[in-house]
């Protein structure tokens, strides 16, 4: 079967105003399937958002794409006008719900003109009868079990943070994308609302208004629940890649224990086990980095860490960045 | 503190806008002395060797004239924006940090004095004001008059600062209001007060140009000011006679200090508020 | 009361605060001139009288005008010798006497006045006037002087003897179609230039950036001189002074809506560009900051188009632009005033000069009083406007009803 999704080798850098290169993102290869949905875990700022807008083709001055592809059903994302990828690709076949939707909606803008903005942009007929456009979206909105006519007739500081972030994912999946890319949907919302809006996306998931999808998180734990694959990102690498079973439960790249080391747990058999804490910060990635990336900050490093570039490699049925993992 | 400086120097803006600012000021600190004045010629003598930018109606030399000038209008400048900004920052400050109905009066007197014109004061107090106005009263009547525009942003900026943990440690360890707005809340601003009264010393010198060019600036031996030399050359038909010297050096000596003080301001803007770079 | 209605209470609140802002606006108005000293004193210093009757009349007829005396219902003064007003005022007199140490004049043998044209000397004499009329309160006078503005008696000129409202009405319709068109074009404009800087960045906005700097750099009369000297003068394009040619005399015909149309186009550009300028200043940092958001960066993830992504900047930048085009007006106005001066345009600005020049207070106060109405007026707009225009702010408001 063929990928809907192929990420190959993609490198990307950030051009700072005194022409030095930060690549946020190295070496990042992966593929999805139909259906399929990826985690994506790692600390901030370890290059997940670069990511985002690297797998939707979205390259706005400072960030460039060094090297890579990106294939959405067999069609490449590079070297590609921004128009094009505007107009043919965005909200159509990869989409995005951002986190922190209590800023994403225009707060001059009812949450119907937002709708109907996205469906003017990518509709062939360029005059879009308004009424028609309402009449689809109340068709959408209903699907959610929201309050429809309320919802959309109001500005979004009229709704609540949950409802905010549910119009939000109705937006960005209004056009049945092929891909969506969640980025920290249910950060900064309270326990309930997170249910709710995890539940909301499995609803779209079951009535097939999308299938494939990443999941964006920090929280190690939720992926546990929601996807098939995890993968851990580190300083811009993908540093283990696995199913969700084998990741959360049988980390193997110490980065990745470190991580699940830091989580504080709820199981009951863990009470007694005290989180750790992983030292130190990422390295700069404004420099040439020699060797293993998590090497400074590795309880398990050893001398030749420090020089060795370290590949993927097959450890216990999962990738890992790692030459000493087992 | 040093790095600040370091990212400054590297923008273009702040080292014109310096250049520029600096030229000025020694200009008008030390010209009226260095430069020995021509004597009287004819009236409106075209620029020559001996009367570098002409003469004016009086037969005076325009070199000598403009030099008095600028160090009179940067006087007035630097009075007024002295005044506005100590005003305007210790009101904003102690409303924005008090907060409560001491916050609301203040904020009251500010707004209101935002919406009256600091033109109108001006204008009617000069047109009465008994005997010779002095330079020094117009730099007062401006200070008096622009302090709101100070106090409002001084004030907003407290108000957000009055919240942080620093300030909330500081008052449970039983530090007076005073002390907490002079060394916890004042260093904070220092950057942004600066700002202001940078933007204070521009519109104090476009201010005094604007009332000595109705014919209200200040009179009396030795205060010509650079509004008042534009004032009298067109009082003296010097544009419609062509006679360009008597405009445009005061003119581009206006715009380029105003200019200068504006290319200050905002690369520093720039620098302090990383997100209008790039 | 309102709580129903929280954008009805607030359009109520805002009125009752302007109105309050007015009042203080007018005791000003009324006290500043009186600060230094008593505006009736210069004006009779700089005068000069044949007789000391018709002085005696005429600093009696000021006072009454300034509302300095109390009057009975009739009008006329109250009369009252025991509390009668002394001024005493200085009459400079040029004398070609010869003078002795005394102040007397040198008399000859026969009694005749040693006149000697080399001697002339000016003698500072001390004149008493006495009116005897009673002297009104500050604040009675103050109340009489909000009283007569709000029946519309702005009083009468000394110069002329026309009443100032006649004055203003005359001038009032020129500074409207100066400046109304002016600075409204001139804010669209330049929020448009400072948007499209913001948004595209690069070279379009490292040369407009600067250029909109040192715009907003000049005073919109150094800018009218600039425009006159070259367009009016030099290269002789534009008339340089006046709204309309003197040769034609004002009316409908289609030579004279030419000439004024004529006569505008400098004095409009002189402010329309610098405002622009410094209004494209003020919407491409707002811009930048906008650009920054959330929202700008969903709506380019979800591939907007471009046109409407600008849409969304320039509107909710506009916003606060909006609010500091209110607040700064005061000042704008102010500076286009003084360009009415420049171009002996026949707006409030040239009656205002004119009457500067000629100590006729009450058109000075008329005037002020009108700008600061006026921007009083153009402040009360905006906050309803944003009201409207901001659903944040309308959420604020029903939010502060409950």
Redesign the interface.
């Known amino acids: 079967m063929s990928h809907i999704l192929e990420v190959k080798d993609l490198t990307l850098h950030y051009l700072t105003?005194f022409g030095q290169k930060i690549h946020a993102v190295t070496d990042v290869s992966f593929t999805m399937k139909q259906g399929e949905i990826l985690g994506i875990a790692g600390e901030s700022g370890c290059g997940k958002s670069t990511l985002v807008n690297g797998l939707?083709g979205?390259f706005?001055p400072?960030l460039y794409p060094t090297s890579g592809d990106v294939l959405v059903s067999g069609e490449s994302l590079m070297n590609r006008t921004t128009?094009d990828?505007?107009?043919n690709?965005?909200?159509?076949k990869v989409?995005?719900i951002?986190q922190?939707a209590f800023?994403?909606?225009?707060?001059?803008?009812k949450i119907k003109d937002i709708a109907a903005?996205?469906m003017?942009?990518?509709s062939e007929n360029k005059s879009g009868n308004k009424r028609e456009i309402y009449e689809r979206l109340r068709e959408r909105f209903d699907l959610f079990g929201m309050e429809t006519d309320r919802i959309l007739n109001s500005?979004p500081?009229?709704l609540t943070a949950g409802e905010r972030q549910r119009s939000?994912i109705g937006?960005?999946t209004l056009l049945n994308p092929k891909v969506v890319i969640a980025d920290e949907p249910t950060s900064a919302l309270d326990v309930t609302t997170q249910k709710v809006v995890i539940k909301m996306i499995f609803d779209l998931l079951e009535k097939n208004i999308f299938s494939t999808m990443i999941f964006i998180t920090h929280e190690l734990p939720l992926l546990r629940h929601v996807a098939h694959n995890i993968a851990i990102m580190y300083a811009g690498e993908f540093v283990e890649c696995g199913t969700a079973v084998q990741v959360v439960h049988d980390p193997r790249h110490p980065y990745t224990k470190a991580l699940m080391g830091a989580m504080l747990s709820a199981d009951a058999n863990q009470k007694n086990k005290k989180p750790t804490t992983i030292e130190g910060a990422p390295p700069s990635l404004a420099k040439k980095i020699e060797g293993c990336r998590f090497a400074e900050r590795c309880p398990s490093a050893r001398p030749e860490c420090r020089n060795k570039n370290q590949n993927l490699r097959m450890v216990g049925e999962r990738l890992v960045r790692c030459d000493y993992a087992e | 503190m040093f790095k600040l400086l370091k990212n400054l120097i590297k923008e273009p803006m702040f080292v014109i806008g310096s250049v520029l600012f600096l030229t000025t000021i020694l200009a008008g600190l030390f010209g009226p002395f260095l430069y020995v004045s021509m004597p009287e010629g004819a009236t409106y003598e075209a620029p020559s060797a001996t009367y570098l930018l002409g003469t004016d109606n009086l037969g005076q030399d325009y070199v000598a004239l403009l030099l008095k000038g600028l160090q009179n209008s940067l006087y007035v400048g630097f009075m007024a924006g002295i005044i506005a900004t100590t005003v305007g920052t210790l009101i904003g400050l102690f409303g924005g940090f008090k907060g409560g109905i001491v916050d609301d009066i203040l904020n009251m007197f500010t707004n209101l004095f935002i919406v009256i014109p600091s033109f109108v004061v001006l204008v009617l107090v000069s047109a009465s004001w008994p005997e010779g106005r002095s330079l020094t009263l117009i730099a007062v009547l401006i200070g008096l008059t622009t302090w709101p525009w100070t106090a409002r942003s001084v004030r907003a900026q407290a108000a957000s600062l009055r919240g942080r943990d620093h300030i909330s440690l500081a008052r449970i360890n039983g530090a007076t209001n005073l002390e907490i707005i002079f060394k916890h809340i004042l260093p904070y601003l220092a950057s942004y007060v600066f700002m202001v009264f940078i933007m204070q010393v521009a519109s104090g010198i476009l201010s005094e140009s604007a009332i000595s060019m109705i014919g209200l600036g200040p009179i009396g031996e030795g205060s010509t000011s650079l509004g008042v030399i534009l004032n009298t050359a067109k009082n003296n038909s010097a544009i419609t006679d062509g006679y360009w010297w008597g405009i445009f050096p005061a003119a581009i000596v206006i715009t380029m200090i105003v200019f200068a003080l504006y290319l200050l301001n905002n690369s520093m803007e720039g620098v302090f508020n990383p997100r209008l770079r790039k | 009361m309102f709580k129903k209605y929280p954008t009805v209470r607030y359009v109520l609140q805002r009125a009752i605060w302007y109105f309050l802002t007015f009042l203080v606006a007018l005791s000003l108005n009324f006290f500043l001139p009186r600060l230094g000293s008593d505006p009736v004193d210069i004006m009779m210093a700089q005068s000069s009288f044949s007789s000391p009757e018709i002085r005696k009349q005429t600093e009696e007829n000021l006072r009454k005008e300034f509302g300095l005396l109390v009057l009975d219902k009739q009008d006329s003064i109250v009369r009252d010798t025991v509390r009668s007003i002394v001024i005493d005022t200085v009459v400079n007199v040029v004398a070609d006497t010869v003078i002795d140490e005394q102040g007397n004049v040198t008399l000859d043998s026969l009694g005749n006045v040693v006149v000697s044209e080399r001697n002339e000397t000016v003698i500072n004499k001390h004149e008493k006037i006495e009116i005897n009329a009673v002297k009104a309160s500050k604040f009675s006078q103050l109340i009489n002087y909000i009283g007569q503005v709000f029946q519309g008696d702005l009083g009468t000129s000394f110069k002329n003897q026309k009443k100032v409202s006649e004055i203003i009405a005359q001038a009032l319709p020129w500074t409207i179609a100066l400046q109304l068109p002016a600075i409204l074009f001139g804010w669209i404009f330049g929020n448009g230039l400072g948007a499209l800087a913001a948004y595209r960045r690069g070279v379009f906005d490292k040369v407009i950036f600067p250029l909109a700097l040192l715009m907003s750099s000049i005073p919109f009369f150094v800018f009218g001189m600039v425009l006159v000297y070259f367009f009016g003068v030099v290269w002789d394009i534009f008339p340089a002074v006046g709204a309309y040619s003197l040769e034609l005399t004002p009316g409908f015909s289609l030579d004279f809506i030419l000439s004024i149309g004529y006569h505008y186009i400098l004095p409009f550009f002189s402010i329309f560009l610098i405002l622009a300028g410094g209004q494209a200043i003020g919407m491409r940092s707002m811009g930048i900051y906008e650009l920054g958001t959330d929202y700008i960066k969903y709506a380019k993830w979800l591939g907007l188009k471009e046109s409407r992504v600008l849409v969304y900047l320039f509107r909710n930048a506009m916003l606060p632009q909006l609010t500091g085009l209110a607040l700064s007006i005061g000042q704008m106005v102010g500076g286009a005033l003084i360009t009415e001066m420049i171009f002996s345009y026949p707006g409030l600005g040239m009656a205002m000069l004119t009457a500067i020049q000629t100590n006729d207070y009450p058109v000075i106060q008329g005037v002020t009083l009108l700008i600061t109405t006026s921007v009083l007026l153009a402040n009360f707009t905006v906050d309803i406007l944003i009201a409207l225009l901001d659903p944040r702010v309308k959420q604020s408001l029903s939010m502060d009803a409950k």
């Open positions: 105003r939707m979205l706005i400072p128009k990828i505007r107009t690709i965005l909200s159509q989409s995005m951002p922190g800023n994403a909606l225009n707060p001059t803008r903005d996205v003017a942009a990518h500005y500081i009229q939000v937006i960005s």
